[in-house]
């Protein structure tokens, strides 16, 4: 259904959980919730049913971590069996990955991003605080072999912490049918002001000028590629080249609350309504009508970290 300001929203983001087993700089800090604060499988699938009805048709889940949830599949599962979700996709940072990622294609997910910010292992490790960059890599190969796709790598650059890497990144869209995308830094972690580590999507295309725009209608992302590249670069642009009025999507937090925009910390809470299914709906539509026209970044720190909200 269209918003207020004629955007079809089609597309839920469902966070999980706000547990991770990593730590990255530009998240926030770690949270402990407790798992019974959590969504259970059942209630998360009342919840995308209601938008279902409303018209989403894509699904995401992400987190905090997915993977640290073991009902991870079951949830899948009940998501793929509702009637109008055509796209079922995940974000992970791939620790978990190689384990399960057969169990995840058989549970009906189609594609897999995965957060991948450095190739170089202490570097990787000062960015997440976990030397783990082995077990994401082994990850990324096993979400090829089990037939997830497509696959993105998410990277967000930081100027003078990982952003002499970004070649090495662009490489494994040369050689794999990947895409790897640069996230621009957004401005929700704790410790403040970040924007002079931003790393615009401009100043990438300027250092790797082989790099030649793709023609793309998917999603908010621009891509690019060059002569002997199986994937492609693409450069998500929210600080720089806003695209809110393009925007599709709402986000479902970890406990039952809806957050209509990124940008604010506006919430609307659904739990009250959870075994009222025609109730649940009308919550839905109001919520999808009251989404913001955009996000307020300049506004400094107007959201909370993503590991609350859901990346
Ligand atoms: N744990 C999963 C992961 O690491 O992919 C899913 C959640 S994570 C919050 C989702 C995405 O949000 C990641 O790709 C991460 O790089 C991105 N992200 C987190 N904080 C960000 C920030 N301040 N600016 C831009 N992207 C950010």
């Known amino acids: ?35 019974e604060s959590e969504l259970s499988p059942e209630e998360i699938e009342k919840l995308v049913s209601a938008f279902a009805k409303c018209g989403i048709t894509k699904v995401r889940l992400t987190g905090g971590e997915p993977l640290v949830r073991n009902d991870i599949c079951d949830i899948l599962g009940r998501i793929r069996r509702i009637d109008g979700i055509r796209t079922l996709a995940l974000t992970t940072n791939g620790v978990h990955l190689s384990r399960y990622a057969k169990d995840l294609k058989q549970a009906g997910l189609d594609s897999v991003n995965i957060s991948l910010d450095s190739t170089d292992g202490s570097t990787y490790r000062h960015m997440t605080g976990a030397d783990v ?17 497509p696959i993105k790598i998410n990277a967000v ?14 490489e494994l869209a040369r050689e794999n049918e990947i895409d790897v995308r640069f996230i621009e830094l957004m401005p929700f972690s704790d410790e403040g002001e970040n924007a002079s580590l931003l790393v615009t999507g401009d100043e990438i295309l300027r250092r790797y000028p082989f790099l030649e725009p793709v023609v793309s209608e998917e999603g908010f992302a621009r891509y690019y590629a060059s002569a002997g590249f199986r994937g492609r670069v693409g450069l998500i642009e929210p600080i720089s080249h806003k695209f809110c009025s393009s ?5 479902l937090l970890s406990d039952g609350k809806v957050r209509p925009c990124l940008g604010y910390e506006t919430v609307y809470d659904l739990m ?20 913001p026209a955009g996000h307020s970044f300049e506004n400094k720190n107007a959201a909370h970290g993503l590991n609350r909200t859901g990346g």
């Open 1 to 35: 259904m269209k918003d207020n300001f004629g955007r079809d929203i089609t597309y839920l983001r469902v966070s999980v959980t706000k547990r991770c087993n990593l730590n990255c700089v530009y998240c926030g800090k770690t949270v402990c919730e407790k798992k």
């Open 133 to 149: 960059l082995k077990k994401v890599l082994e990850g990324i190969e096993e979400a090829q072999r089990a037939g997830l796709s």
């Open 157 to 170: 650059l930081m100027k003078g912490i990982n952003s002499d890497g970004a070649g090495d990144l662009i």
């Open 247 to 251: 925007c599709n999507r709402v986000r």
């Open 272 to 291: 009250p309504f959870i075994d009222d299914e025609s109730r649940l709906i009308r919550e839905a539509r109001e919520i999808i009508l009251r989404k």
